[in-house]
Each structure stands twice: as C-alpha cells, then as structure tokens.
C-alpha cells in the first residue's frame, strides 16, 4: 500500500466527495476554519502580548493566562476539526502542496514548544505574577512567529497548484 | 496588488493577523459580558487594556481590506458575499463605538450587556464568514 493509494481511498470516501463537490460544506468548513482562527489567534495573541508586558501589564499574568484558556483550547479544537476535515476534502493536492508541509512542520515545532516551556512557563504561571522569566519572555515571542507562520503557510496553501 | 505571485496571499494572511487581534480581543470582552471568561476583571477593565490592541487590529484590517479589493474591485463590488460582508462590517462597527461601549460601562445592566456581548459576537462571525464566502460565489 502505498502513500498514493491511501489518498485516493481518502477521497474516495463519501465524506471526502461530500465535502469536495458539494457547494456549502466547502465554504462552511473554511469560515469555520476562519472564526476558529480568530478564536485561537486572539487568545495566543493576548496570552504572548501579556507575557511579553505589551499588553494588560496592571492584571496578574496568571488572571490573563489562566482565563484565556479554556478559550485558546476552544479555538484550538475548532482549526483543527474544521482543518481536518478540509484536508480530507483533498488529501493528494495537500501532499503536493509545499505550503502544507511547512505548515505541518510549523505545527510539530508548535508541538514541541508546548513540551519546552510547560514545565517552565505554562504549567506554574502564578509564580510569573511577581517577575516575568526570560524564559517565559522566549516562550511568549516563539509563539508568535509560529502564530504567524502558520497562517500565512496555511494561506499559501491555496496558492500552491 | 497584481504584481508579484505572492502579494495577495500575503496581505492576506496579514489582513487574517489584523482581524485576529481586533476580533479576538473584542470577542474576549464580549465573553466577558455574557459572563462566560474572564470573570476576574470587569468587562470595561478589559476594554480599556485591550483598546489600543483591538485599535491595531482594526487598523490592519482597514488597511489591508481596500487592498485587497483592490486587486479585483469590480468584481468584488458585484459579489453578493462581499455586499454582506460589508453590510455586515459596517452595521459592526457602528455597534462596536455606539451600544456596545455603553453596554461595557460598570452601571450598566446585566441583561443589556449579555445581549450587547451576544450582538457583537453574531456581526463580528459574519463579517469573518461572509468573508469567507467571497471565493465561493
């Protein structure tokens, strides 16, 4: 079986036609995808512009990044449901999309920059109340660039024939 | 704008950057008001933190916006999805610098300011997904 042969079984599949030919769950999906952005987005923005002491500097870092997110999760399931299903749609033009794999390789990194900085940022932010770490400073810009890489990867994807 | 290969997709995804900021920051005062996040702070203690980042947003979006409608405007002018989206960015913020600031102020109801919270998420949602739909028509 070969990587080919599992992509064409994909859209072969009825949801992957459904979602390929019909006329509304296309573009559903993509504002979906849309408003899950600016849901997720917002909250990372927020979160980082805060750690960073650009944004919100009179509220206690934990208040910030402790009631952001349930929200940031929120958006988070709602990219990457909606995400998943658009790439079920048409699984052969992302494998041969350059774009999708830089935002693929984007997400690992988004993967590991959680594993990182939990221990150290993430998982114990009361104690930043008192000083912001470097570290977490590091954690906070790191996030952006990938933010932003993954939107502008994943806007080129469809640029990518 | 019809230049390079590369200059659509790119203010593009800045137009996205620009409508996360603004949107994600109004949508945070709008949880806020329907008492769904945030509780910790008041509704106005986050509008006045979180003004001069929805500003930045706003402003990236109105710029880039006319840019990109640029590339293509007759076409964009007789899209049904963009006439939405307009009517529809429009009407928000109207609300967004009208009821909406009322609404955050600490004096007011509870009730108006779910409902104020509930408005400007609906408009906002349709901007982004009226947006959406312009590729598709």
């Known amino acids: 079986m070969t990587i080919l042969s599992i992509l064409e079984w994909i859209e072969s599949t009825d949801l992957s036609t459904a979602i390929r030919e019909g006329a509304l769950p296309y573009p559903i999906l993509g504002g979906f995808h849309l408003l899950g952005i600016a849901l997720f987005g917002g909250m990372v923005l927020v979160t980082d512009l805060r750690l960073l002491g650009w944004a919100m500097q009179r509220r206690p ?3 910030i990044v402790q009631q952001l997110r349930p929200w940031k999760w929120v958006g988070f399931a709602m990219v990457v449901a909606s995400g998943l299903l658009l790439a079920w749609a048409e699984p052969q033009k992302l494998y041969r999309s350059p774009s999708f794999w830089i935002k693929m390789a984007l997400l690992l990194l988004v993967g590991a920059h959680a594993l990182v900085f939990r221990a150290g940022v993430y998982r114990n932010v009361a104690k930043l109340d008192e000083a912001v770490t470097v570290q977490a400073k590091l954690a906070a810009a790191l996030s952006l660039f990938l933010w932003a890489g993954l939107i502008v990867s994943g806007r080129l994807i469809a640029y990518d024939s | 704008m019809n230049g390079p290969e590369w200059a659509f997709p790119v203010v593009q995804s800045i137009h996205f950057i620009g409508f996360a900021l603004s949107i994600g920051t109004i949508a945070i005062v709008d949880l806020r008001l329907l008492g769904m996040g945030m509780r910790r702070q008041t509704a106005a ?22 840019l990109l409608f640029s590339a293509d405007a ?18 928000a913020l109207l609300f967004h610098f009208t009821l909406h600031r009322r609404a955050i102020r600490p004096e007011g109801s509870p009730v108006i300011a779910r409902l104020a919270g509930g408005l400007s998420l609906l408009l906002w949602t349709a901007v982004v997904a009226g947006g959406r739909m312009i590729a598709f028509v």
């Open chain 2, 45 to 66: 203690q986050l509008a006045a933190d979180l003004t001069p980042w929805t500003y930045s947003g706003l402003a990236i979006m109105l710029i880039t916006g006319p």
């Open chain 1, 61 to 63: 870092v934990s208040d």
């Open chain 2, 74 to 91: 007759v076409v964009y002018h007789y899209n049904a999805s963009f006439q939405f989206k307009m009517v529809c960015l429009t009407l």
